[in-house]
């Protein structure tokens, strides 16, 4: 006959089934990122219509002279966020004020672990990370925005917000390093809108929280599917051995003159070779 594997290939055959579990651990992924994204938009637009409604039917604003009127540098800088960008533009586009910054502040030095932690942390580290950042766009704060002396880069949404309409888009920075979504909201005087208020923030938070929701998943899983391939290679060499012993016996269950000796090999067991050494 041909080729047939012995019993730890086909127990480790059987492991392969693991091999279903990063997949659908992606695909988990997947989901978390785009309900996350769907959530940031939510959030950016609550932002726009709460800063545009402190700036609705106030005409005062958008008449005078200027491109940075007191009272909406004050209004932004109340409503502002850490993590986003606001401008408010009058009905010809232009910047009237700004507020907030796209750069998330530094994140807070975590406790050095202990013990068996200390060093799951530093395999995580040193090991599963620099795999993980090859696999994983990783955010940064290391890019530019700059677009002083250009056109805007939010005109799409601009021109939905003047229009009257709630929109949201999303584009590349700059130097096309990360990506911006940005939600603008008009602002209304009456029933004619004189402005808008547009919110961005990059989606580093976003991409921060599918990486670890990424790399916790798969260590995981890796951790499992390891335990479970030594677990299944020491049972599957015990019960080779213990087969290929009893097959050694049998050959040799008669000697020279013909008598029948004992055959030993898993004779005091309970499981199916212990049967099958008594049987023989």
């Known amino acids: 006959g041909g080729w047939s594997p012995g019993i730890r290939g086909k127990l480790l055959a059987v492991l392969s089934v693991f091999l279903a579990i990063p997949w659908l651990g992606y695909a988990y992924v997947a989901e978390l990122e785009r309900f996350l994204r769907e959530a940031q938009e939510r959030t950016l637009a609550g932002t726009a219509q709460a800063v545009a409604t402190a700036l609705h039917d106030r005409p005062a604003l958008f008449t005078r002279a200027g491109a ?17 960008r606001i401008f408010v533009v009058d009905a010809q586009g232009q910047v009237l004020a700004r507020a907030g910054s796209l750069r998330r502040p530094p994140p807070a030095e975590a406790r050095e672990p202990r013990g068996l932690a200390r060093l799951g942390a530093w395999i995580e580290r040193y090991a599963l990370h620099p795999l993980y950042a090859l696999l994983l766009k990783q955010p940064t704060e290391d890019f530019s925005d700059d677009f002083l002396g250009r056109p805007l880069p939010f005109a799409k949404e601009v021109d939905g917000a003047l229009a009257g309409i709630l929109t949201t888009d ?9 990506t911006i979504v940005a939600a603008a909201h008009p602002i209304w005087v009456g029933d004619r809108v004189q402005g808008a208020v547009v919110v961005e923030e990059t989606t580093n938070a976003v991409l921060a929280e599918r990486n670890r929701a990424f790399e916790r998943l798969f260590t995981l899983v890796l951790g499992v599917t390891l335990v479970g391939a030594i677990a299944l290679a020491v049972f599957a060499t015990r019960l080779s051995t213990r087969v290929r012993r009893l097959r050694d016996e049998v ?16 004779s005091r067991a309970g499981d199916e070779i212990g049967d099958l050494s008594r049987s023989f």
């Open 68 to 84: 940075a009127v007191p009272e909406i540098d004050e209004i932004l800088q109340a409503l502002s966020r850490t993590t986003a």
């Open 170 to 178: 999303r584009r590349p920075s700059g130097d096309g390093r990360v």
């Open 251 to 266: 050959e040799q269950a008669i000697d020279a003159k013909g008598r029948v000796r004992r055959i030993a090999a898993g």
